[in-house]
């Protein structure tokens, strides 16, 4: 069984088994276990203030090794994983080879299941020597070394994030399954993304907007914003950006619940995060969000850039 821990604690408390710990600080670091378990630094705070880790438990031994530049940590039915790529002047094909690679030690160790990524690539927004945008040229390698690995691009892509850092390079951490195939949702009144139209870029996004790991009963929201079909919605209007990002995620939940039987709603969260544009929209969000889940649900809320200029929030969480 895996589970997720939000810690500030130096050093972190004794949990067992640890896949692996993400840790938004100042700086991104490369990946190391040096800790003895897998360790990746996310820069998505500032300096001076204290990093949150993100702790991914499990109740059984945790066996961890480095390949390819992929660290990871595993129990026997999951698995961590994370990379890093240093900044570049474009990252097609450095994420297109990654990609690649982290399929094929899934494979070779017996995880065949993307269950939930996150990708953090810092100057999401900027445009590249090439003049394409790094979010777009992100995809465009992500969507090929999937595609090359032989993943079904419309129904195996698993739930994501893509989101902006303010570190250099990307950073990518991951978690895949052994058995027990992970279901994936997508959301009624939105396009998939991976069904996008061109404008949004030469390659799709690839991931689906939830997936239901049944063994752990856990579902895995990706990262949701304000977008309608394919379309941005409410541009400079925060609150409007709310309304529509939760409205999004509770037919998500619905949709889940009505195709599992099952009955997930806003408050199983058990982790929140939000990603939000400008630092003076913090505070609100925040509230925004207090006022869905209840007071003892982790809620970490971080300043960077979302994927599209015009988005000004973006909400993801695991749920129980
Ligand atoms: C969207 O719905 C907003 O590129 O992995 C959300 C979740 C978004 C994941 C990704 C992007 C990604 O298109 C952006």
């Not at 595609?147 to 994030?161: F, I, V």
């Not at 970490?300 to 599209?308: G, M, P």
């Amino acid at each position: 069984m895996i589970d997720v821990a939000v810690s500030t604690d130096t050093p972190l408390r004794d949990y067992g088994g640890i896949l692996g710990v993400v840790e938004f600080g100042g700086q991104s670091r490369n990946p190391d276990l040096t800790a003895g378990y897998p360790t990746v630094g996310i820069a998505m705070r500032e300096q001076r203030e204290q990093p949150v880790r993100e702790v991914w438990t499990s109740a059984s031994e945790v066996t961890s090794g480095a390949r390819d530049g992929i660290v990871y940590g595993h129990d026997g039915t999951h698995l961590f994983g994370t990379f890093r790529l240093p900044g570049a002047e474009a990252y097609r094909e450095a994420t297109r080879s990654v990609y690649r690679r982290t399929m094929t030690l899934l494979h070779d160790l017996g995880y065949p299941h993307l269950v939930r990524m996150w990708n953090h690539i810092a100057d999401i927004n900027h445009t590249n020597a090439g003049g394409l945008e790094v979010y777009r040229d992100f995809c465009q390698g992500r969507a090929e070394g999937l595609e090359e690995a032989g993943t079904d691009m419309s129904a195996g892509l698993p739930a994501a994030t893509g989101i902006g850092s303010r570190g250099d390079g990307v950073v990518v951490y991951f978690i895949a399954e052994r058995s027990g195939a992970p279901l994936h949702f997508e959301n009624p009144r939105q396009v998939p993304a991976h069904r996008y139209p061109r404008e949004y870029g030469p390659r799709s996004p690839s991931f689906a907007r939830a997936t239901l790991l049944p063994s752990s009963e856990k579902l895995f929201l990706s990262g949701t914003a304000s977008i309608i079909g394919h379309r941005s919605t409410h541009v400079g209007d925060l609150d409007g950006q709310c309304d529509t990002t939760l409205e999004n995620i509770r037919l998500l939940l619905a949709s889940v619940s009505e195709k599992t039987g099952g009955k997930v709603e806003m408050d199983s969260f058990t982790m929140l995060k939000a990603y939000v544009r400008h630092e003076s929209d913090v505070p609100h969000v925040r509230r925004r969000l207090r006022e869905e889940v209840g007071p003892l649900v982790p809620l970490e809320l971080f300043n960077v850039d979302i994927c599209r200029s015009e988005l000004l929030l973006e909400i993801e969480g695991v749920l129980t």
